[in-house]
Every structure is written in C-alpha cells, then in structure tokens.
C-alpha cells in the first residue's frame, strides 16, 4: 500500500519503510474517511489473508487519482485518510484472526486458560495501533502479552536469531553442546 501510495515521495516519509510510512501518516488521517471490507469474514478459521484487503486499497487509490485528476505516483490529498483506514482495517483483521486462535487453543487444551501468554513479534509487532489492539485482546481474555522492543520488530532475521538465543539459553535442541559457543545479542 506504501508503494502504491508512492510514500517515498511524501515529505514527511521519504526516508521511511512502507509499514512505519503508514503508521505515521494514519496518525493524522480519519479512517472513517474510507471503509474496506475487513478479509475471509465468511470463513470461521483462524487464517489470515491481507490481499483482497490489497485489492479493495488499491482499486480506492485508482478511484481517488480519478477523481482528483492525478497519475499514478503523484501523492494524494486524502493519503493519511487512506493510510488511517487501511491500518485499522488490517488491525481488526489481526486481531480477529488471532482471538479466534486464542479460543481455538483453549478449547482444543492446546493452551491451558491459566498462565495463557500471547506473543507478537516481527514487523507488525513494531506498528504501535497493532501492539496497543492486541495489548488490549490479551488484557481482556487473561492473556500476558509479551512484545519485543520495537528497535527489534523491524526484521524477521533478528526476530529468528533473537528465538534461537533463547532456545540456546534454556538447552531446547538448539545444540547437544554449548561448549566453545559465545553468543551476544545486540
């Protein structure tokens, strides 16, 4: 969405990833601007898909150029709008999702109700609305909630390395001999 958007060419984005670009201009806008149908509401699974939710963003950006008689690539009028709603929309959608997993683990007792804790981490894990929505999913289902720092959600690799550190520390399989091993995170 960033891209298509053409976010770089945003003043007070041209030096940001897409995800932070959205996050920062959504700020500002009113997502009740512009509603996209939230993905798979028809299906009762835990799934997540975010492209036909791509597809609704997309065919709203071709109306708004359209309208406002611009080419592909020039910024909109109504970008932070379109960034708000498209960041709430994807949010709820997570969200969604992932209390259906929470309830889908409980029932199936592949997590006990007790001591039950949800971990978000990666990308989306630095996006701010997102963390703060499933903050407030786990607060209201019993959930602890634990999150990486935000300077550590930027990439999957640090994500990766950062579970194979703790696996290494807590002797889960990682290796059968941690002689002669020095590890530093950073």
């Given at each position: 969405v960033a891209r298509r958007l053409s976010l770089r060419k945003h003043p007070e984005c041209?030096?940001?990833?897409?995800?932070?670009?959205?996050?920062?201009?959504?700020?500002?806008?009113?997502?009740?601007r512009h509603t996209f149908r939230l993905p798979l509401q028809q299906?009762?699974?835990?799934?997540?898909?975010?492209?036909?939710?791509?597809?609704?963003?997309?065919?709203?950006?071709?109306?708004?150029?359209?309208?406002?008689?611009i080419q592909e690539g020039e910024i909109l009028s109504c970008v932070k709008d379109i960034a708000a709603a498209v960041q709430h929309a994807v949010a709820v959608h997570i969200i969604q999702r992932t209390y259906r997993a929470m309830l889908f683990c409980i029932k199936n007792s592949i997590l006990s109700s007790?001591?039950?804790?949800?971990?978000?981490?990666?990308?989306?894990?630095?996006?701010?609305?997102?963390r703060k929505g499933l903050q407030t999913l786990a607060d209201a289902n019993d959930f602890a909630f634990l999150c990486p720092p935000p300077r550590l959600c930027t990439d999957n690799g640090?994500?990766?390395?950062?579970?194979?550190i703790e696996r290494l520390r807590a002797g889960l399989g990682v290796l059968h001999s941690t002689d002669g091993i020095r590890y530093e995170p950073k």
């Open positions: 041209h030096s940001m990833a897409g995800g932070k670009a959205i996050e920062h201009l959504a700020q500002t806008g009113n997502r009740q299906y009762r699974n835990c799934d997540f898909s975010f492209s036909g939710l791509q597809n609704l963003v997309n065919n709203a950006i071709i109306q708004k150029e359209k309208e406002e008689g007790r001591n039950a804790t949800l971990v978000v981490s990666g990308g989306v894990a630095s996006n701010q609305y997102i640090v994500m990766i390395a950062w579970n194979g």
